[in-house]
C-alpha cells in the first residue's frame, strides 16, 4: 500500500504535464521515484536536456522515466537501478549481483578494512566466508602474494580448505600437535607484553572496567617474569602463574581480609580455569612460533574448546601479532593476514563496551589491523548484541537473510538502508544477501553467493 500512494503523485503529475515540455527538475523528481535517478541512460538524457533544452530529448526521458516506474509498480526493486559492471567487478569473485548480469568481486587491499557479516544460521553466511578463503588462496598462489589467512574455526566449518589445498595448515586446540604459552612475549620486550596481555586476560575473563584487577594481575605478572630467564627465552607458563599465585596464598602473601584478596582470589579462579580447559597444550615455556603461524595458511580448529577459551584464544593471538607488528614496525596498510572468526559477539559484545564507556581491546585490533596488515572477517547470527565499533569500523558490511526484528533493525543501520530496502532482509532467500562497501559502490546490492 506504501508503494501505491507513492506512485499516485506520478499519475498527477503526468497529467499535469500533458502538452507541456516537463523541467529538467521535474524530470530528476521522477526519475527518484522509479529509483533510476543513477540509471545511465537516465543521467546522459538530463544532461543532453539541460544543455540543450531539446523538447524531443526530454520527450524521450520522460517516456523512459515512465516506462521504468511502471516497472517499479509491477516489480518493485528498491535497489534499482543495476549497479555499473565495471564498478562491481574484483579480484576475488564472490557471486553475481541480482536482476543483473555482473559479477561481483572484492580487491584484497579492500579485505584489509575489514568485513562484517549478518545473517540467521543457515543462510549463507558459512558459504559467503569459505567462498572468499578459497577465491583468496587461489588468488595467492596464483600470483605468488603472500596473503595468509588465519581462521578462528569453532564449529569445524572450515577444516576442508586443508584437503582442498595441501598449504593449509589445521591445528586442533587442544590437541598434540599444537603448544602455545600465551605468557610468552611475541617480542623480547616481557614488560610491555606484561601490560598488552594484562589487558587482554582482564577483558577475555570478564573483567569489565576493573583496573584494579587488572593493575593487580600486571604486577603479578612483572614477578613471575623475574623469576625466570626471560633474557635467554625461558619464560613460565600459565600452570607456573597458577603454582605461583597458590604459593602467594599459601604463605600468606596476601590477606585475606583485603581488598586485594578479592581480586587476587578472582584472577586464581580463571588461570585455573583455563588451565582446565587448555591441559597440556599451554604447558610449555615456548609455543608454536608466532611468524610461522603468521607465514601460512592456518585454521585453529577450536571445537573441542570450551567458549570462554575459544575468546581467550582468539583475543590473546591476535593480540600478540598485532603487537609483534607494531615492535617491527611492519606497516604499510598491504594485506598479509585475514583473520575470520565467527559468533564474533564472544569477542565484542555490545554490553562489554557500555560497561566500560569505551572500545573494548578487540575493536581496537581492528584499527591497528589495517595499518599493520591483518584484515579481519566478522560474523554474527545476533548482530544487535555485537559491539557498534566493530561494525562501523567495517569496509565491506553483508547481511544475509535474518527474521527476528531488532536484529533486522540492527543490520539496515550498520548497511545504511532505507525502509523498503531494510525490509528486503525478510524476504532474501538462502544464498542472497544484501552488500554495502565505504567506497567504490555508494549504494547497496542484492548478492546471490555462489557455492
Known amino acids: 500500500m506504501r508503494r501505491a500512494g507513492r506512485y499516485s503523485r506520478f499519475r498527477e503529475r503526468r497529467g499535469r504535464m500533458a502538452g507541456v515540455v516537463p523541467t529538467v527538475s521535474e524530470l530528476a523528481y521522477l526519475a527518484t521515484l522509479g529509483r533510476c535517478e543513477e540509471d545511465r541512460r537516465v543521467r546522459g538524457l538530463l544532461k543532453a536536456f539541460s544543455l540543450t533544452r531539446d523538447p524531443e530529448i526530454a520527450q524521450e526521458a520522460f517516456e523512459y522515466i515512465n516506462h521504468q516506474i511502471a516497472k517499479q509498480v509491477v516489480e518493485p526493486d528498491p535497489f534499482a537501478p543495476p549497479i555499473n559492471p565495471e564498478q562491481a567487478r574484483g579480484e576475488l569473485h564472490l557471486g553475481q549481483v541480482k536482476n543483473s ?24 553466511k558459512t558459504t559467503f566466508v569459505r567462498r572468499l578463503l578459497r577465491q583468496l588462496i587461489i588468488l595467492a598462489m596464483s600470483i605468488a602474494i603472500s596473503v595468509k589467512i588465519l581462521v578462528f574455526d569453532i564449529k569445524g566449518d572450515y577444516t576442508g580448505l586443508a584437503e582442498e589445498f595441501p598449504g593449509v595448515w589445521v591445528f586442533k586446540v587442544p590437541g598434540e600437535g599444537f603448544r602455545w604459552n600465551p605468557l610468552e612475549p611475541p617480542v623480547r620486550d616481557v614488560n610491555r607484553w606484561a601490560g598488552i596481555f594484562a589487558s587482554v586476560f582482564a577483558n577475555a575473563a570478564g573483567f569489565y572496567g576493573g583496573m584494579g584487577t587488572e593493575a593487580l594481575f600486571y604486577d603479578y605478572l612483572l614477578e613471575l617474569y623475574a623469576k625466570y630467564d626471560t633474557e635467554n627465552g625461558v619464560y613460565p607458563c600459565l600452570f607456573d602463574m597458577l603454582d605461583y599465585l597458590n604459593w602467594k596464598e599459601i604463605t600468606k602473601k596476601v590477606d585475606k581480609r583485603s581488598e586485594e584478596y578479592r581480586w587476587f582470589a578472582r584472577i586464581k579462579n ?20 608466532l611468524h610461522e603461524l603468521l607465514d601460512h595458511h592456518v585454521i585453529l580448529d577450536m571445537t573441542g574448546l570450551k567458549q570462554d577459551g575459544q575468546s581467550f584464544l582468539t583475543e590473546t593471538l591476535l593480540s600478540a601479532a598485532i603487537c609483534r607488528r607494531i615492535v617491527l614496525n611492519e606497516k604499510g596498510g598491504r594485506i598479509r593476514n585475514l583473520a575470520v572468526f565467527d559468533e ?23 584499527g591497528f589491523g589495517r595499518e599493520f596488515g591483518i584484515g579481519f572477517v566478522i560474523a554474527e ?35 545504511g538502508l532505507d525502509s523498503q530496502q531494510a525490509d528486503e532482509i525478510y524476504r532474501l532467500r538462502v544464498g542472497e544477501a544484501i552488500v554495502r562497501l565505504a567506497g567504490r ?9 555462489e557455492a
Not at 101 to 124: H, K, M, P, Y
Not at 270 to 277: D, E, H, M, S, W
Not at 382 to 408: I, Q
Not at 441 to 449: N, Q
Open 101 to 124: 548480469d555482473c559479477e561481483f568481486g572484492l580487491w584484497r587491499q579492500e579485505l584489509v578494512q575489514g568485513t562484517f557479516i549478518a545473517g540467521r544460521i543457515g543462510s549463507g
Open 270 to 289: 580463571r588461570i585455573k580455569n583455563l588451565c582446565n580447559i587448555f591441559g597440556e597444550t599451554v604447558s610449555c615455556s615456548k609455543g608454536y612460533p
Open 344 to 366: 564474533a559477539k564472544r569477542l565484542m559484545p555490545k554490553y562489554r563496551e557500555e560497561i566500560q564507556n569505551a572500545i573494548s581491546n578487540m575493536s581496537d585490533c581492528l
Open 381 to 415: 547470527c545476533h548482530p544487535n548484541l555485537l559491539a557498534d565499533s566493530a561494525k562501523a569500523t567495517s569496509y565491506t558490511r553483508v547481511c544475509f537473510g535474518l527474521t527476528h526484528e531488532d536484529h533486522v533493525k540492527d543490520s539496515s543501520a550498520a548497511l
Open 441 to 449: 559502490i555508494d549504494r547497496p546490492f542484492v548478492l546471490s553467493v
